[in-house]
């Protein structure tokens, strides 16, 4: 199916590249049929992907209560006597 919205196609690609480059929780399969854990390289990229989506979650989240609370510019209540 097709993303057309730009923002949205951005967001598939973060979790797509949060569960493709995964090297803490992820297995793979081999060719006779068994799993291998993959093991994070030393000094690598020590998050795993569920770690990498709830940062982007909590930051997606403080974002928008930040924007939430906001006033809008431009209406303003004035006091009428």
């Known amino acids: 199916m097709p993303v057309e919205g730009a923002g949205l196609r951005a967001e598939l690609r973060l979790l797509l ?5 995964d ?3 992820a297995w793979e399969m081999r060719a006779d049929g068994s799993y291998i854990q993959r093991r994070p390289e030393p000094g690598g ?3 795993g992907c569920q770690q ?3 940062d982007w979650y909590e930051r997606r989240i403080k ?3 930040r924007l939430r609370r906001r ?3 431009g209406i303003q209540r004035r006091n009428i006597r």
Do not use: E, F, V, W
């Open 52 to 54: 990498t989506l709830i």
């Open 63 to 65: 974002q928008h209560t």
């Open 71 to 73: 006033k809008p510019r």
């Open 23 to 25: 090297q803490r929780s």
């Open 45 to 47: 990229r020590t998050k």
């Open 17 to 21: 590249d949060a569960q493709l480059q």
